[in-house]
Structure formats: C-alpha cells, structure tokens
C-alpha cells in the first residue's frame, strides 16, 4: 500500500522589497491521489515554523505530468498586509501607518494594530490593556481613544486604533475611562539620584479621593515609587484629574578601584630546567632530576613569582542577595574558564571576596581577590617533554627503576597533568 511522503526541494526563494517580504519553500508529495496528496500536504503545512514577523501565505499543490502519484507544492511565507511594525504579541502587532494631524483644535496622532481574538469585543479589551500598561504617549498628548472594527480581515485579524489628542483638548471627545497614560514621561538624573515621572489621565472617578484611591490601588505598594500626586483640571463639565507616579533610585557608584602585588612564594620542584653538569667518578645522567637516592628523588624547594590583584566594585546594596553571597562561596578557588582582563584561561583563580553595607547605606563595596600563576608551554621532565600545562593545573611524575652500566638510576616513565580547579565566567562573578 502506498505511504504519503514528503520531501522539501533543495533551496529556497526569498524576495524582498521595501515594502514587503516573502519566502518560498518547494516540496514533493508521493500519494495515490490528488486529494489524499492534498489534504496531508495542507496538515504538514500547518505544522511549518513561520519566520519572524511573517505569516503563513498561499499554499499551491499541482500534479507533476512527468510521473504518476507524484504532485510539486510550494508554500508561501509573507509579510501580513498592511505591513508589520511591531510583533507585540503573536495575537498582537503594530502595523505601519501611523497618522499626525494639527489645525486649531489641536494636535492628533493615530497609531494601528492587528489582533487576533475570539470577538471585536476582546480585541478591544485586549488592546486597551496593552496600550495602558506600556504607558507610552506621543510628545505632550494624551490618550483619547481606543477602537476596533467590527469584522476581521481574510486572517482573522481585528484591526484596531489608537488615537492620542492634545492635553488641551479634555472634553466631550474623551472616551477612555479610567487611568490612562497621559503626555509623555519626565526623566531627570543627578550626581546621586534618578528619578523618572510618568503622567496619567484620570476619568470616571466622582471626587479626587477616589481617583487618587483608585491609583493608591495601583502604585501604592510597588517597587521604586518615591511618591504619588493627582490634581484636578478645571476646564470643561466633567471631572478629570491628572496624575503622577515618580520612580526614584539612588544612582549606585559602579567604578572601579584596582590593586596589586607581586611576590615570591616556595615551590617544590623535582626537576630542573637543564643540568649544567656532573662530576666525579659515579656521575650520572638523571635527565634534570634533583637529589637522587636509592628510595626516590629529593627534589629543592625554590622561590617562584606569583602574581595577585584585588578588584573593588561599588553595588547597590538591592543587588548584594543572601543568594549573591553564597554565590560567591560557591565560587571560591575557581580558575577563569576563557580569557579575561588579558590572562589566558587557566591563569587567574579567584581566592576570596570581602564586603559589606550599612541598612542606610546607598552603595556596597566588594573587594574580590584573585590569584595569577602563568599557563607554561614545552615543560621537560627527563626525557619527556609535556607540551602544555595551565597554570593552576597540577604536575606529577612517575618514576621508576632503570638499571644502566652497571647502576641502577630513577627515571621518569610518565607525567600527568591533572585538573584540580573548577573553572568559572569571571564575569558572572559581578566583576566584568
């Protein structure tokens, strides 16, 4: 019995002007009929990712003459028509198009939207939701109206309106109730300080206690509010009032103090960078080994140099969690896992952090530490050589019994290089 199958053609065509865009994608179809080709076709199509700001367009099925049971499909992507401005939501997009008129009356401004919804009515609710939430406004103008058509379009989209007016023009033509955003958002920053305000329009409400109760409901416990004011505009019959919401932050101090030292520290060593020579009559070669002896190798202790530095960061104490904290423990002793503040990975292990903050302070200082031993390239260990080994790795070797000339030496058979670090993104350590 014949099995529907599908195959996607090599290659796609995909054309593209300033006002639209469009993808197409071949297929063939084996299926004992023109129906059964169609059908399974039509249900795999509906199963295609659609690419960013496009949408599923014609869908095109045609029997090949050349072979029996055997059809060509072509799917179409699109650009919707009008032209997207903005994928809000997938049930949700701005389309190019906006609209601004001025005459004596007053400036207009008209943005348009497609939504998808099960009725105009919650297309309406849907939108207005949205464009109160993002609280954006156009220059010094309020929100006046909000409306959607009746019908859909070929795609069952709604199509939408938003239109802002001139904050002179409050009145008989003002539609929306509630709280709405109103003309435009203040910003203003000091040395210490940021602090953003961002007007609302108050309709609907009988007396100012209960439009101000009505934004108290709102912004009265949120985050960040440094204050709520509302006052009442006098011009025409109904009451309107204007409200202001300011969000206010202490601006944290983020530069950066650096220090550093270098200093020597004793390492054991087992082995030296060459032997400059040996004398005497029972001189042998031990290929660079230190201090020799029947049971094992002795080896030296030397003074290596070994960098650290410290990094001081200024944090808004919101930012220092119990969780950063622990965060930061858990990190403890681990080595930079890729290249940072010009050390190649493997070189820098970060080996502490100290800090701290008063309730009523506005910044916390946190001086992390870190400690540098340099990546080492072509290390030779008697007669071996170990190509790489990162600087927080560990070395070891083993050794063994040989018996040359008549004497039985230690040499070393094997060198390990072992991983005893963890590594880390040293930026998510807060320190960039």
């Not at 960013?52 to 072979?67: C, H, R, S, T, V």
């Not at 954006?136 to 019908?151: C, I, K, Q």
Request: proline share 3%.
């Amino acid at each position: 019995m014949m099995k529907t199958k599908i195959e996607e053609l090599l290659g796609y065509n995909h054309t593209k002007s300033p006002n639209s865009e469009t993808i197409r994608r071949a297929y063939y179809i084996t299926a004992a009929s023109e129906n059964l080709a169609r059908s399974e076709f039509l249900e795999y199509a509906d199963q295609l990712t659609v690419p960013q700001e496009m949408e599923l367009g014609d869908i095109e099925i045609n029997e090949d003459k050349n072979a029996p049971n055997l059809f060509f499909a072509t799917v179409t992507f699109r650009t919707p028509e009008p032209r997207l401005k903005k994928r809000i939501a997938d049930d949700l997009f701005e389309l190019v198009g906006d609209r601004r008129t001025s005459n004596r009356q007053g400036d207009t401004y008209e943005r348009n939207f497609r939504i998808k919804s099960a009725s105009a009515l919650d297309a309406h609710q849907r939108l207005e939701s949205y464009i109160r939430s993002s609280a954006l406004t156009v220059g010094r103008m309020h929100l006046n109206e909000v409306n959607v058509d009746e019908v859909t379009d070929a795609d069952g989209f709604y199509l939408g309106r938003v239109n802002y007016a001139n904050p002179d023009t409050f009145g008989g033509s003002d539609k929306v109730y509630g709280i709405v955003p109103a003309y435009g958002t203040r910003h203003s920053a000091t040395k210490n300080s940021i602090e953003t305000e961002q007007v609302y329009q108050l309709r609907g409400y009988n007396n100012a206690d209960a439009a101000m109760n009505a934004m108290l409901g709102i912004w009265g416990n949120a985050q960040g509010v440094a204050g709520i004011d509302l006052e009442e505009n006098t011009e025409g019959t109904e009451r309107l009032y204007t409200g202001r919401v300011r969000y206010a932050k202490e601006r944290p101090d983020t530069t950066a103090q650096v220090g550093f030292e270098v200093s020597c520290t004793q390492t054991h060593i087992t082995n030296s960078i060459r032997t400059r020579g040996g004398w005497g009559p029972a001189a042998r070669w031990y290929g660079g080994l230190i201090g020799v002896t029947n049971d094992g190798v002795e080896g030296v202790d030397i003074d290596t140099a070994v960098g650290s530095f410290t990094l001081s960061r200024f944090f808004h104490p919101v930012v220092v969690t119990p969780m950063f904290v622990q965060y930061l423990t858990l990190m403890c002793g681990r080595v930079n896992q890729s290249p940072w503040k010009g050390y190649d990975a493997g070189e820098v292990r970060f080996i502490g952090a100290t800090g701290g903050f008063r309730r009523d302070a506005s910044v916390c200082e946190i001086t992390y530490k870190f400690a540098v031993s340099p990546n080492t390239y072509g290390i030779q260990v008697g007669d071996i050589t170990v190509p790489f080994k990162y600087g927080w790795d560990y070395l070891w070797v083993r050794y063994a019994d040989v018996f040359e000339n008549d004497v039985t030496l230690k040499k070393p058979i094997a060198v390990y290089v072992e991983q005893v670090y963890y590594g880390v993104n040293m930026s998510t350590l807060g320190v960039g």
